[in-house]
């Protein structure tokens, strides 16, 4: 039997609920200045930011809309004169505290974004992400060990793919991280935008970006785990992570997988 699902949010984060500030970017500003936000957020306390028009939350935009954006368009103008609101997810999630832990999961899998933000004592919202699930892994806790998780198959990526090849294969299979074949070491969409941030100024420079092979990247590498650790273990591991991401043999996880884990029927 699960013994969060039906949990409110209150009850399953109850010290930490309104913790998490939203980070907001406005419908007006340009998507190269959301990209340059992103690599300070992404996969860290709030994963997307939060569009507003009027101090009002009325989408969200991330890593997606940057790298969906410069595949569609490799030049600086783009990012510089596409405004936020034209490229922004209008799904945003907005739950309550009283909300079932269920029912924010239901909205996650439905809007394939592990992203909501929650109105806070302060009259303003307060970010709920993937990431800040793992507390609640860490709160209660669960014998269930990670061999539970289902495994998926690992989407890899070659040292001599291409930019271009390494977003498209993301967009492909839905997915935010790519495995280096044969090793533990990750790219994801963090890494990629903060390179194209910091190093290649939004494409300012003009330099074929998309072109580039993958070694130009500095790659993450997962932690090795062995398969017999708790949910809580893993998650108290994971937390500890600048960009959580496990490995047990042929088996990666992610924070969203710790979402789904803790949502399933698979847990004592």
């Known amino acids: 039997m699960n013994i969060l699902r039906d949990k409110s949010l209150e009850e399953v984060l109850p010290e930490s609920i309104f913790s998490t ?17 992103l690599p300070h957020h992404l996969e860290t306390l709030t994963d997307s930011l939060v569009v507003t028009s009027n101090d009002k939350p009325v989408g969200i935009v991330g890593g997606i809309e940057v790298l969906e954006g410069i595949l569609e368009n490799q030049t600086s103008e783009f990012l510089d004169k596409t405004k936020i ?7 945003l999630v907005i739950m309550n505290s009283k909300n079932k832990f269920s029912e ?11 992203f909501a933000i929650i109105p806070n004592q302060y009259k303003g919202y307060s970010v709920i992400s993937a990431r800040k699930i793992l507390e609640v892994g860490t709160s209660f806790k669960i014998n269930t060990t990670v061999s539970a998780i289902p495994t998926k198959k690992i989407i890899t990526f070659h040292k001599n793919d291409t930019v271009r090849q390494i977003i498209q294969r993301m967009f492909e299979y839905d997915t935010r991280k790519l495995v280096l074949e044969g090793t533990s070491f990750y790219i994801n969409d963090r ?3 903060q390179k194209l941030v ?24 997962a932690k090795n785990v062995p398969g017999n650790i708790t949910i809580t273990e893993a998650c108290k591991i ?6 959580p991401y496990l490995r047990i043999n042929d088996k990666v996880i992610s924070p969203w997988d710790m979402v789904l884990i803790l949502n399933s029927d698979n847990l004592s």
């Open 191 to 193: 890494i990629i935008i």
């Open 85 to 91: 609101g034209d490229v922004m997810s209008k799904n």
């Open 21 to 37: 500030p939203v980070v907001s970017i406005r419908v007006e500003d340009t998507l190269g200045e959301a990209a340059t936000l």
């Open 238 to 243: 994971m937390q500890d992570m600048k960009s």
């Open 104 to 114: 924010l999961v239901n909205q996650w899998l439905e809007t394939r974004r592990a």
């Open 198 to 221: 910091r190093e290649f100024n939004c494409l300012r420079d003009e330099q074929d970006f998309l072109g580039m092979k993958s070694d130009i990247f500095s790659l993450e590498e």
